[in-house]
């Protein structure tokens, strides 16, 4: 049997995720399902970000992971039972450390552990007895990390270390060509060394006995090579034809694929050549002979998993692609026919997303989770009756997706909408009904809607677990809606790829279907979710749940988008940037009075004053009006733009100019130049003038009418150069604080130097004045506000909250300053003496806020709004919002919460 070349690119991930699973017309026992068994708690990721090593290893007898810095438990791969804790000594006893580990293989009674201690340049490997934990060898090593250089001159894609039941096997990546050596298992004796050809593209994987090399060389070499670990000599060698691109076509060459599973076999793939082997190097299949050979599954002896991936298809002219989409939900490991073959996929009760597979024995497979647990699945085998591809559904259970909506479901969104459906291949089988549905609108302005049926399982009990395993995923990594959100129904914006927007999303899991709907506005999502959970409830004939009202919600509005700056309350309307528009609604009732788009992105700040909204797009200034959303004017700005708005003039600071623009209609009244860059802090207005600070620490005071100068003083404070100089009026003073460590108060009206006080740490942030004193947040030790005389300049006192890895907010009230620490910590201090009165955790990591509102702290943190006693610190109440730190903003007697792409409007009180 010759390899042929595939019609088009032919990529070895796609390959392996075809095929279908047993289908014996005899009815004898084949595979016929995944089914977890054990799992337990996994702290490690699955690789080292520097070496690419694994963190877990996995043998007939055990599964050895890392956990911590210092230590690897080992599992019995069986039943999931904790045998061991390996504590990894440091390589020179009594030096009160640990070496880090980067590495665990196990491997035939052995788990092999590599450290890496960067700050002492010291890599070794570490051999343990995986029954009784004793210490059988060490050895330093030197494990370089992957080499980017021209192709011409040779380059490694694989693992640098690879452990086998004969030899540990080390890869030099710095070496050209690249040299392999190996350690006995037992003794860490070095055993063999051996060289690659020069000029090589060169890729490895390892079986349990047996190191498989991929060369692709110069001149559209092609080899495939089975070496023994031990030895390093070869099993045996595969010359495949060349590919049409090759390593001096230009570009970037095909990069050679090589997947293997543990028994053995193994996947090649480079650009559009593909083929699978058995262990003993004869041909089992090329790639588009594993995906169209025929045969049924009894008698057939499946490999063990070579991947854990998502669904495939199959393009029109026969070429393998990818699937791009994220359809189906579930992951399936897939396995090669080792008679016919032909390749073989069953479904896992997990989702395809952040799920990895870390090893597999004999009847076994263990698969990582990024929810942070490690399981175990073992495969079953049973009579099969066609359907093992979809979870042993039957494919005319499947709902038509069409059909989950109607048109006048879609009618309060835009009158004439048409479902379109589709229907993808699912590892080369089509559905008879369509699993995917875009509804169009009749008019280019209304969103389209997506929906698809994700997945159909065997039981509720299965869907439900796959629901909320994706769930828990979306909570830890995206932006929802948890004020909307039921049993049955999620709400979320997915992260885009470029990070400057979302996706909104809804999961909708009843019974045993998984939906998933997509829209650009999620003013439709929440209209036409509950709709789809309702449908599915009625079909399966299940108690339709009412989710609890909050008693002090008082209206809540989703943007389509994420927030990117705090609302602005003003004129009886809410306005808000989410995304790349500008929203208004009604303060009172959450009734939507306009939307405007500005740009794809808008990051703010937002500004309303003067019956007018201000946002800064790309490229420009733009005023809108602040009853219709109707864009007034816009004026050009460069990337580094700030601006601010009083007194009907807008004060625009970009680069070396100074601008004072009609609020009204956008004119340019005056102009000033200073002969440096400004600041990146935004300018500040205090009666008739605005303070702006440049780069070299020169503070400008000019007349907010006419931009005339009234004074320039340089104070010193820039030492860089770094636009760090901020500062802030109260009164008759302005201060002044930049990168030297220096507070100065200057006399508003003259800039004479009223007092400068030295601080202990760098305080990039501007100062925040009060009638009496001035606060001023520092980075020393972790964080530190200092708190001064604001006639004298004395240093009154300091508070050191602990880590703050961000600048911290500070309010003040009654006496009280209330500040909030990295940790989560929300701390009231006496303003006087700084002695601390109370604190309180509200999560564990970033604060927003806090803010005072009529004697009651409000912090979002934690995912949640929290209500404290100002007096007390005792817990008031706690709203789940979704969002990690969401903002409030207290106007006209209600709380306003900024939580991701929601505003919530709150009662106080409950």
């Given at each position: 049997m010759l390899i042929t070349r595939a019609a088009a690119v032919v990529l070895l991930t796609a390959a392996l995720l075809t095929g279908t699973a047993a289908d014996t017309p005899d009815g004898r026992p084949a595979p016929v399902q995944w089914r977890m068994t054990w799992s337990a708690p996994a702290e490690a990721d699955l690789v080292d970000g520097i070496h690419g090593t694994p963190h877990y290893g996995v043998s007939q007898p055990a599964l050895a992971m890392a956990a911590g810095q210092s230590t690897v438990r080992v599992h019995d791969a069986h039943t999931g039972a904790l045998v061991r804790t390996l504590s990894v000594a440091p390589a020179t006893p009594?030096?009160?450390?640990?070496?880090?580990?980067?590495?665990?293989?196990?491997?035939?009674?052995?788990?092999?552990?590599?450290?890496?201690?960067?700050?002492?340049?010291?890599?070794?490997?570490?051999?343990?007895?995986?029954?009784?934990?004793t210490l059988l060898w060490r050895r330093a090593v030197s494990i370089a990390s992957p080499r980017n250089q021209a192709s011409d001159a040779g380059t490694y894609e694989g693992p640098s270390i690879m452990v086998t039941e004969r030899g540990v096997v080390l890869v030099d990546q710095a070496a050209e060509p690249p040299a392999l050596r190996t350690l006995d298992p037992r003794t860490g004796t070095p055993v063999a060394r051996t060289a690659r050809p020069r000029g090589c593209a060169l890729t490895a994987a390892a079986t349990a006995r047996s190191v498989l090399l991929l060369d692709h060389c110069a001149g559209n070499h092609l080899r495939l090579a089975s070496v023994d670990p031990s030895t390093l000599r070869p099993n045996w060698t595969r010359t495949l034809p060349s590919p049409s691109r090759t390593l001096t076509d230009g570009g970037s060459p095909p990069s050679p694929h090589l997947v293997v599973s543990g028994d053995g076999y193994a996947g090649v793939s480079v650009g559009d050549v593909s083929a699978f082997y058995r262990p003993d190097g004869r041909l089992l299949s090329t790639g588009q002979e594993a995906l169209r050979a025929a045969g049924s599954a009894r008698d057939s002896r499946w490999s063990r998993p070579m991947r854990l991936n998502?669904?495939?298809?199959?393009?029109?002219?026969?070429?393998?692609?990818?699937?791009?989409?994220?359809?189906?939900?579930?992951?399936?490991?897939?396995?090669?026919?080792?008679?016919?073959?032909?390749?073989?996929a069953l479904p896992l009760d997990a989702p395809s997303t952040h799920v990895s597979l870390v090893g597999t024995t004999p009847g076994m497979a263990f698969v990582l989770f990024a929810t942070g647990r490690v399981a175990a699945y073992t495969l079953t085998y049973g009579v099969p009756g066609g359907h093992e591809l979809f979870d042993r559904v039957p494919p005319d259970a499947w709902p038509d997706a069409c059909g989950l909506l109607t048109a006048a479901d879609?009618?309060?969104?835009?009158?004439?909408?048409?479902?379109?459906?589709?229907?993808?291949?699912?590892?080369?089988?089509?559905?008879?009904?369509?699993?995917?549905?875009?509804?169009?609108?009749?008019?280019?302005?209304?969103?389209?809607?997506?929906?698809?049926?994700?997945?159909?399982?065997?039981?509720?009990?299965?869907?439900?677990?796959?629901?909320?395993?994706?769930?828990?995923?979306?909570?830890?990594?995206?932006?929802?809606?948890?004020?909307?959100?039921?049993?049955?129904?999620?709400?979320?914006?997915?992260?885009?790829?470029?990070?400057?927007?979302g996706a909104p999303e809804a999961l909708v899991n009843v019974g045993p279907v998984v939906v998933r709907l997509a829209s650009a506005s999620r003013s439709a999502l929440r209209l036409l979710a509950p709709l789809v959970r309702d449908e599915l409830l009625a079909r399966y004939r299940l108690p339709r749940t009412v989710p609890t009202a909050l008693s002090n919600l008082r209206w809540t509005f989703p943007t389509d988008g994420q927030l990117t700056d705090d609302p602005v309350v003003a004129g009886g309307a809410?306005?808000?940037?989410?995304?790349?528009?500008?929203?208004?609604?009604?303060?009172?009732?959450?009734?939507?009075?306009?939307?405007?788009?500005?740009?794809?992105?808008?990051?703010?700040?937002?500004?309303?004053?003067?019956?007018?909204?201000?946002?800064?797009?790309?490229?420009?200034?733009?005023?809108?009006?602040?009853?219709?959303?109707?864009?007034?004017?816009?004026?050009?700005?460069?990337?580094?733009?700030?601006?601010?708005?009083?007194?009907?003039?807008?004060?625009?600071?970009?680069?070396?100019?100074a601008v004072g623009l009609d609020t009204v209609s956008g004119r340019e009244l005056w102009r000033f130049q200073s002969g440096d860059t400004f600041s990146t802090f935004r300018p500040v207005i205090d009666g008739a003038t605005v303070y702006i600070p440049d780069a070299g620490g020169t503070v400008h005071a000019l007349d907010a009418a006419t931009g005339r100068r009234r004074w320039s003083v340089r104070t010193g404070a820039a030492k860089t150069g770094s636009h760090r100089v901020a500062t802030a009026a109260a009164g008759k003073v302005v201060y002044v604080i930049g990168d030297d460590r220096r507070l100065r108060a200057l006399d508003a009206a003259t800039g004479a130097r009223r007092w400068t006080t030295q601080v202990g740490s760098d305080v990039p942030f501007p100062p925040l004045p009060t009638d009496d004193a001035v606060y001023?947040?520092?980075?020393?030790?972790?964080?530190?506000?200092?708190?001064?005389?604001?006639?004298?300049?004395?240093?009154?006192?300091?508070?050191?909250?602990?880590?703050?890895?961000?600048?911290?907010?500070?309010?003040?009230?009654?006496?009280?300053?209330?500040?909030?620490?990295?940790?989560?910590?929300?701390?009231?201090?006496?303003?006087?003496?700084?002695?601390?009165?109370?604190?309180?955790?509200?999560?564990?990591?970033?604060?927003?806020?806090?803010?005072?509102?009529?004697?009651?702290?409000?912090?979002?943190?934690?995912?949640?709004?929290?209500?404290?006693?100002?007096?007390?610190?005792?817990?008031?109440?706690?709203?789940?919002?979704?969002?990690?730190?969401?903002?409030?903003?207290?106007?006209?007697?209600?709380l306003y919460v900024s939580a991701g792409g929601d505003i919530h409007a709150l009662r106080p009180t409950p």
């Open positions: 009594g030096n009160g450390s640990r070496d880090p580990v980067a590495g665990v293989w196990a491997t035939s009674g052995t788990v092999v552990v590599f450290t890496d201690d960067q700050s002492r340049g010291d890599q070794r490997l570490h051999a343990y007895d995986a029954r009784t934990g998502q669904g495939a298809a199959t393009g029109g002219d026969g070429a393998l692609w990818g699937d791009a989409s994220r359809w189906p939900l579930p992951a399936f490991l897939v396995s090669v026919d080792a008679d016919s073959g032909r390749l073989r879609l009618r309060p969104v835009a009158d004439g909408y048409v479902p379109t459906p589709r229907t993808p291949t699912l590892f080369g089988e089509r559905l008879p009904k369509p699993v995917q549905c875009d509804w169009i609108p009749p008019v280019d302005d209304a969103p389209v809607v997506s929906l698809s049926v994700d997945w159909v399982s065997s039981s509720s009990a299965v869907a439900a677990r796959i629901f909320a395993t994706e769930t828990t995923r979306i909570k830890q990594t995206e932006t929802y809606d948890a004020i909307t959100e039921d049993a049955h129904l999620l709400d979320y914006i997915r992260s885009t790829a470029t990070g400057t927007g809410v306005h808000a940037i989410a995304g790349g528009k500008v929203h208004a609604m009604d303060a009172s009732s959450g009734r939507p009075l306009w939307t405007t788009v500005i740009a794809e992105f808008v990051g703010g700040p937002l500004r309303v004053t003067d019956g007018l909204v201000f946002v800064e797009g790309p490229g420009s200034l733009h005023a809108l009006d602040a009853r219709t959303g109707r864009r007034r004017w816009r004026h050009p700005v460069g990337p580094s733009s700030t601006f601010v708005v009083a007194k009907r003039r807008v004060f625009l600071v970009d680069g070396e100019t001023a947040w520092g980075w020393g030790a972790g964080g530190v506000l200092y708190a001064l005389d604001a006639r004298t300049g004395r240093l009154r006192w300091t508070f050191a909250p602990g880590r703050v890895s961000f600048p911290a907010e500070t309010a003040v009230d009654r006496g009280r300053v209330y500040l909030a620490d990295g940790d989560g910590v929300l701390h009231c201090l006496d303003a006087v003496t700084g002695v601390e009165r109370w604190r309180q955790s509200v999560g564990t990591d970033r604060v927003s806020g806090p803010i005072v509102h009529a004697g009651t702290v409000y912090a979002g943190a934690g995912g949640a709004v929290h209500a404290l006693d100002g007096m007390t610190g005792a817990r008031k109440w706690r709203i789940r919002t979704g969002s990690q730190a969401p903002s409030v903003v207290a106007a006209g007697g209600l």
